[in-house]
C-alpha cells in the first residue's frame, strides 16, 4: 500500500506540513516534509495485513496507521505529539474524527525525558559529525602491514618502516606464530626465494597476516606483532566513514564547511528548539509548534555560535526543566486507558461507515 493508495481509497484522517515549514524555520533551500494518518481497509486491519506506517523513497512524507499513531502518542513522542499540535496553517486536511484526540489529554511529564532525551541524541550527532568532517579518510584502506610492528631493542617499529631500512622486501617473508602469544609471530626471510613463502599479507586487501611453512633449521630475523584490535577499529571507522560520504546531504555537508564550525549546526538548532518546547511544556502546559525565535535558532544554523556556547545553552534549558518539572501540573503519563477507549471509539466509527 503507498500514500497514493490512502488517498485513492479516502482512509486519510490527517496530513499536515511538517519539520522547518511547521516550525517556522524554513529557507528557500528547505524541503518540503509531509506527515498524515491513516486507518486501513476493515479487511486489512482485521486479517493479516496490517501496516502501521507508509512513508515515501526519501522518508519526508510518513504517514502512521491510526492505532500506532496513538500508541507513540501515549508514550510522549516528540515527532508524534507534533502532529496533533500542528499549526492551522500547516494542516492539510483533517477528518472530523481527529478532533476526538485533543493535545490536553496527551502532554504529561515524560515530554521531559522524551524531547530531552531526543535533544541529547541531537547533541551526540552533532559533535559526532566533527571528526567526520574535520578528519576526512583517504578513500584507500590502510593494509594489515600499516598495522604490524617489528621488535627491535625492548621496543617496537614499524613494519614497513623497519622492512625499508633493512631492505626487505614483505612478499619474501614468512610467518610463523608464537605459542601462547596472541598476535606475535616469528618473521624469516628467504632472499633467495626457495621456501615459497607466503608474505607477511599475501593480499592487499587481506584482513589478517599469512602464516607460512618454516623449513626446520631456518633462523628468524626477528618478532612480528600484528595489532588486530586496532585494525579492526579502523576498518569500522573507514567504513562508516565512506557510507556517510555516499548518504550525506551535499548541502548541509557544504554549510557546515562554509561556517567552520566542529558540529552539525541544524542538528544543534533542533537540540535548542526542542529543549525549549520541552521547557515550555513542563512550565505552561502547552505544545507551541511554530517558534517565534526564528532569528535566533536560525543564527544557530548558520553556525554563528561556538559548540561550547550552544553546548551552554543546552545545559541551562536543561537545568530549568528538570526545576520546572518538580512543580509542573501536568500529569505524570497520560491516561491510557481513557485514550486507548477513545481509540476503539474512533475505529468502531470510522467502521460503521
Not at 602491514?145 to 614497513?160: G, P, Q
Request: net charge neutral; proline share 3%; glycine share 4%.
Amino acid at each position: 500500500m503507498t500514500i497514493k493508495d490512502l488517498k485513492d481509497q479516502n482512509l486519510l484522517l490527517f496530513e499536515c506540513l511538517s519539520g522547518s515549514k511547521a516550525y517556522g524555520l524554513d529557507t528557500p533551500q528547505s524541503d518540503t516534509d509531509l506527515k498524515g494518518i491513516y486507518y486501513m481497509p476493515k479487511d486489512m486491519f482485521f486479517g493479516l495485513r496490517y501496516i502501521p506506517q507508509i512513508s515515501n523513497e526519501s522518508n519526508d512524507e510518513v504517514y502512521y496507521e491510526i492505532g500506532r499513531f496513538v500508541e507513540l502518542l501515549i508514550k510522549n513522542n516528540p515527532n508524534i505529539v507534533e502532529i496533533l499540535a500542528t499549526p492551522e496553517e500547516c494542516i492539510l486536511y483533517k477528518h472530523p474524527i481527529m478532533n476526538r484526540l485533543n493535545i490536553d489529554m496527551i502532554l504529561s511529564k515524560l515530554c521531559k525525558d522524551t524531547f530531552g532525551g531526543y535533544a541529547l541524541t541531537q547533541i551526540r550527532k552533532a559533535k559526532g559529525l566533527n571528526k567526520k568532517i574535520l578528519n576526512p579518510m583517504p578513500k584507500k584502506r590502510k593494509t594489515v602491514l600499516d598495522f604490524c610492528f617489528i621488535t627491535e631493542n625492548y621496543s617496537s617499529v614499524k613494519a614497513n618502516t623497519w622492512l625499508k631500512k633493512h631492505n626487505i622486501s614483505k612478499v619474501d617473508c614468512g610467518l610463523s606464530k608464537i605459542p601462547n602469544a596472541k598476535n606475535l609471530y616469528a618473521l624469516f626471510y628467504d632472499a633467495e626465494k626457495k621456501f615459497g613463502y607466503k608474505g607477511i599479507a599475501n593480499k592487499e586487501n587481506a584482513n589478517d597476516v599469512s602464516v607460512s611453512s618454516i623449513p626446520n633449521g631456518e633462523k628468524e630475523i626477528g618478532y612480528l606483532f600484528f595489532n588486530q584490535d586496532s585494525y579492526s577499529s579502523y576498518c569500522k571507522e573507514h567504513n562508516e566513514y565512506w557510507e556517510w560520504v555516499e548518504k550525506r546531504n551535499e548541502e548541509r555537508y557544504k554549510l557546515n564547511k562554509t561556517h567552520g564550525k566542529d558540529y552539525d549546526a541544524k542538528n544543534m538548532m533542533h537540540t535548542i528548539r526542542l529543549l525549549q518546547v520541552a521547557l515550555e511544556i513542563v512550565r505552561d502546559g502547552k505544545l507551541t509548534v511554530k517558534r517565534q525565535n526564528r532569528d535566533e535558532l536560525l543564527s544557530i544554523k548558520r553556525g554563528d555560535f561556538d559548540y561550547d556556547e550552544v553546548l551552554k545553552m543546552a545545559e541551562q534549558l536543561m537545568l530549568k526543566i528538570e526545576q520546572e518539572t518538580l512543580t509542573s501540573k501536568l500529569q505524570d503519563k497520560p491516561d491510557e486507558r481513557q485514550i486507548e477507549c477513545l481509540l476503539v471509539e474512533m475505529r468502531a466509527a470510522l467502521y460503521a461507515n
